[in-house]
Structures are given as structure tokens and as C-alpha cells.
């Protein structure tokens, strides 16, 4: 059970982005029906924002400012007071990510794109680091490298999807409450 959940904080991007899809799953199970295509990418879209944008960054925050020795040796860096700054700012993201999950479009958008950047400058970090001094230490060559790309992609993707189904979507019955994120 140690190695399980070792591993799943260890790859805590990739787990949170399935207990997100789990989540958007489990609340597609409670929706009136028919389902449309809308409401199934809303359920995604809000619960990746929830899950990868909100709390993956909270993690972050705990992490870097509680845990900074820790991940510092994980990443394969030494320890540094930047880390604490990397953690603030992952508060930031977060609460942002926690407005957004019912928010407008604009909020998450915002949640979305502060993120993305920090992710694929993080990724190129981690290329660099790769490739300058070998660093192949678990936080920087494992799942996070291949997460600080998936991650805004898909946020950008579901961001789009989520768009163009509003702009398709036909109009609520007057029983239902329109989406929070209708413009």
C-alpha cells in the first residue's frame, strides 16, 4: 500500500487528471438527460480546472514551501529560497482554478493560460536540464515532463471545445438553470 500511494503522489499531475476525468464521469451520472455533447465537455472542463489547475497547484504550494528540501532532491536540484516563490505562485494558480471551476469562460481561460506558460517553460527547463547536466531524477525526466506538455494542451483543447459548444449548443429548457460559464 506504501508503494501505491508513493507512486500515486510521486505522479500526482497524472493522478489528479484521472480523479478529474473520474469526477467530471461520476457528475455526468447525475445530469438530466439526454446528455449533449456541451454538457459532457463542461463536466471535463470544469473538473480538469478543479482537479489539474486547482488542486495540482495547491499541492504545488504545499510541496514547495513545507516539503521544499524534499522535492528539491526529487526534482534533482538543491535546495533554494526560490522554492518558496515557485510555491506562492502556485497558490495563486490555484485559487484561480478554484473560481474557475464554475466560472465564466474568461476565468477559465485565465485559469488555463498562467498555468500553460509556467508548464511549458517548466518543461523546457527540465529539456534543458536533460540535456546540459543529465538530470534524470524522477521530478524533472519523469511523468511531470511529459504532464508540463499534456497538461496545457489539453486544457487549450478542452478550452476550445468548450467554446465552439456554446456557440452550438441549443438553448436550455426554461426547468434548467443555464450553465455558469453562458455568456
Do not use: C
Not at 8 to 34: H, V, W, Y
Not at 95 to 124: C, E, K, N, T, Y
Not at 142 to 154: E, K, S
Amino acid at each position: 500500500m506504501d508503494t501505491i500511494i508513493r507512486t500515486l503522489l510521486e505522479n500526482i499531475t497524472l493522478t489528479l487528471l484521472i480523479l478529474g476525468l473520474m469526477a467530471s464521469g461520476m457528475s455526468l451520472l447525475f445530469k438530466s438527460r439526454p446528455l449533449t455533447a456541451h454538457d459532457m465537455i463542461e463536466a471535463i472542463l470544469a473538473y480538469f480546472i478543479l482537479f489539474s489547475i486547482g488542486l495540482g497547484y495547491f499541492y504545488n504550494f504545499v510541496m514547495h514551501v513545507f516539503f521544499g528540501e524534499m522535492v528539491a532532491h526529487f526534482i534533482g536540484w538543491a535546495d533554494s529560497p526560490f522554492q518558496r516563490e515557485v510555491g506562492f505562485a502556485s497558490l495563486g494558480f490555484a485559487m484561480v482554478g478554484f473560481l474557475a471551476f464554475r466560472g465564466s469562460f474568461d476565468l477559465r481561460l485565465a485559469a488555463i493560460v498562467g498555468p500553460a506558460f509556467f508548464l511549458l517553460g517548466a518543461a523546457g527547463g527540465h529539456i534543458y536540464e536533460i540535456i546540459k547536466t543529465g538530470n534524470l531524477a524522477p521530478g524533472n525526466a519523469g511523468m511531470i515532463l511529459y504532464t508540463d506538455i499534456a497538461l496545457p494542451v489539453l486544457g487549450f483543447v478542452l478550452l476550445w471545445l468548450h467554446y465552439r459548444s456554446n456557440r452550438t449548443a441549443p438553448p436550455r429548457p426554461s426547468h434548467e438553470p443555464p450553465h455558469a460559464d453562458t455568456h
